[in-house]
């Protein structure tokens, strides 16, 4: 049998505050560069449908602004296409690294989804969306950092679906011991790398005993193998109630398919905002980077006119995609940066307020690049 390969780990996107006038000038280190380390990196781009394009042109635009060491493949794709194109499939199988604009589903039969159909394909199975409060932002709820790993590829996301007789629909809900245990896993070493406290697997075990019972008892088993990072459960429902009432609570959530795209469109909105939330998609071999949480906003035709898309979540993913590619100095510039503009509360689009283009935030986001 093979050997098992180790599972990648996205670094964590958010550091502790810091004073920036005092360490503005400072150097960290981070890591020893091997030869060629710095040559630039290419990455996939596709810019998507509805807000894709303005969102992606932001984050080329500060790329360049940054000097930053990446250079982007272009290609078009869009969610009414019956698969993704081969060219396109070749070029992430080479640059193994991919950043993405919201496809959007059509509703009905004959298409299927081309978010699902990359996920299944280039076998990145983990999702992962890290919520949390911004400085100088308000909300309800204080002290929320929650970071939601889903699993990627099956669940009711396996799109099994077949008419048994006119009327009468069967959906299959696909659940194995093989992915939960692996998914688990990622969570736990994602909770050990970043210094995270907490493990929560969120489930619906109290009715589907066999498909979220094999969840559960794949978590517990991985649970025992991190006995200093505290592990416990929630049903979904449950887990919707406490969210809005007390987010502060959770830490690192692992869940099943569906459940993790409900959960995390939820903490989204109670931390600032979907157009804030970074998120994206990881495997062995491949990554695919892209706004944490879209709920709504990828077709927004109204954003889409006015040129008002929010673009920070995909900034912030840029950042998280320059960790995976290991250039941590230009990912913390970044995010300094685009905090920076939060924080300041003069250019902010309607999502948060405010009445800024996205390229009124390009350009702040520029201005504040150290």
């Keep these: 049998m093979a050997a098992r390969r180790t599972i990648p780990i ?7 505050c810091r004073n920036h006038s005092r360490l503005s000038n400072a150097r960290s280190l981070t890591y020893m560069p091997r030869p060629g380390d710095g040559d630039l990196r290419p990455v996939t781009l596709i810019p998507g449908d509805g807000i894709g394009p303005l969102v992606t042109n932001a984050v080329e ?3 360049e602004a940054m000097h930053a060491p990446v250079y982007f493949e272009r290609y078009d794709v869009h969610g009414y296409m019956k698969e ?11 640059n193994k690294v991919c950043l993405k604009g919201g496809l959007m589903t059509p509703m009905g039969g004959g298409v299927s989804s081309l978010n699902v159909q990359l996920r299944k394909e280039l076998d990145l199975y983990a999702s992962l969306v890290n919520c949390f409060n911004f400085p100088g932002l308000p909300t309800r709820h204080e002290n929320v950092d929650i970071v939601v790993i889903r699993e990627n590829t099956e669940g009711e996301y396996s799109g099994l679906e077949h008419e048994v007789v006119p009327g009468v629909v069967e959906s299959l809900k696909v659940i194995s011991k093989f992915s939960s245990e692996r998914i688990a896993k990622y969570a736990f070493e994602y909770a050990y790398l970043n210094n995270r406290k907490k493990v929560t697997a969120v489930h619906k075990a109290n009715i589907m005993k066999l498909a979220d019972g094999l969840f559960l008892e794949s ?7 991190y006995p200093n990072i505290q592990y416990n459960e929630v049903i979904v429902d449950n887990c ?4 809005v009432s007390k987010p502060e609570q959770f830490d690192v959530m692992v869940t099943p398919n569906l459940y993790g795209n409900l959960v995390a469109n939820t903490a989204a909105g109670i931390a600032g905002g979907t157009g804030l939330m970074p998120g994206g998609n990881v495997g062995y071999d491949y990554a695919i980077f892209e706004q ?3 709920a709504g906003n990828v077709g927004n035709e109204k954003i889409v006119e006015g040129k008002k898309a929010n673009p920070v979540a995909l900034l912030l993913s840029s950042a998280m995609m320059l960790r995976h590619l290991q250039f941590p100095s230009f990912a913390d510039r970044l995010e300094s940066a685009v905090k920076r503009v939060i924080m300041e509360d003069k250019c902010r689009t309607k999502d948060l307020g405010g009445d800024s283009t996205t390229q009124d935030v390009v350009d702040a986001v520029i201005s504040f690049l150290d």
Aim: with cysteine; aromatic share 0%.
């Design 10 to 16: 996205i670094r964590r996107l958010i550091s502790p």
């Design 240 to 243: 919707c109630m406490q969210l």
């Design 292 to 294: 944490g949480a879209s």
């Design 61 to 63: 635009q500060v790329m």
């Design 84 to 94: 993704v194109p081969r060219e396109v499939m070749e070029s992430i199988l080479k």
């Design 219 to 225: 978590c517990r088993e991985v649970a025992t193998q």
